[in-house]
């Protein structure tokens, strides 16, 4: 079946980076995109940016522009999420989801706490 | 960027009632909209997509109608599973995409 599985739960310091994995397994890898979204406590989803695993082409959201990179490694088909200059309203849980048009399914989920 | 806004935030509801969920844009998106679900602890689940196809596994008991702008989910008999979050996402010309902030399905 289709599953992505992601890397497990980060504590980091501010101004710290954190990288999250997503291992796809199901499907074939480079036929569709990987969004991430993340989820901060008690509030709805919020789409972080898109990378296209076919050609590494990616769209990041305005608010994460200049601290987020996002890659594939299509000899493990993986895809990873970095985000840098961490600060403690970065406190989320982070999810990977395929891109069909809509998302699905998702990743699990990566709990990162930022906190000194 | 399409802002979605969804109503009620809350909704009580007693086991085997039909429960509403409302979500709007705030400019056309045809019928690229979906609907996920979400239970404490657990990833959004997809149930539908295009407005009104039903994901796979999703019961009959759930479904999705509007276009335009006003987008509707309904679940014709709660059962206890169904208690959770609900949210809906616009998928017309991505990126970006964007969410609604979701209506909460309690129990009544």
């Known amino acids: 079946q289709v599953q992505l599985v992601q890397s497990g739960a980060e504590v980091k310091k501010p101004g710290a980076s954190v990288k999250v994995s997503c291992k796809a397994s199901?499907?074939?890898?480079?036929?569709?995109?990987i969004s991430w979204v993340r989820q901060a406590p008690g509030q709805g989803p919020e789409w972080m940016g898109w990378?296209?695993?076919?050609?590494?082409?990616?769209n990041y959201t305005q608010k994460f522009q200049g601290r987020v990179t996002m890659t594939t490694d299509t000899s493990t088909n993986t895809a990873y999420m970095e985000l840098r200059s961490l600060r403690s309203d970065d406190t989320a849980l982070y999810y990977c989801a395929r891109v069909v048009d809509w998302f699905d399914p998702w990743g699990q989920g990566t709990l990162v706490t930022v906190s000194s | 960027e399409i802002v979605m806004t969804q109503s009620p935030a809350t909704l009580s509801v007693s086991p085997g009632e039909r429960a509403t969920l409302s979500c709007r844009a705030s400019?056309?998106?045809?019928?690229?909209l979906a609907w996920y679900q979400q239970k404490p602890g657990q990833a959004p689940r997809l149930l539908i997509y295009g407005a009104s196809t039903r994901a796979t596994g999703i019961p009959p008991r759930f479904s999705g109608s509007g276009s335009g702008t006003q987008f509707t989910l309904t679940i014709s008999s709660l059962q206890s599973e169904d208690f959770a979050v609900y949210y809906c996402q616009q998928y017309n010309n991505w990126p970006p995409w964007t969410f609604g902030q979701g209506t909460k399905v309690e129990i009544k």
């Open positions: 400019q056309s998106i045809s019928s690229n």
């Open positions: 990378i296209s695993v076919y050609n590494g082409n990616t």
């Open positions: 199901g499907y074939t890898f480079t036929s569709y995109g």
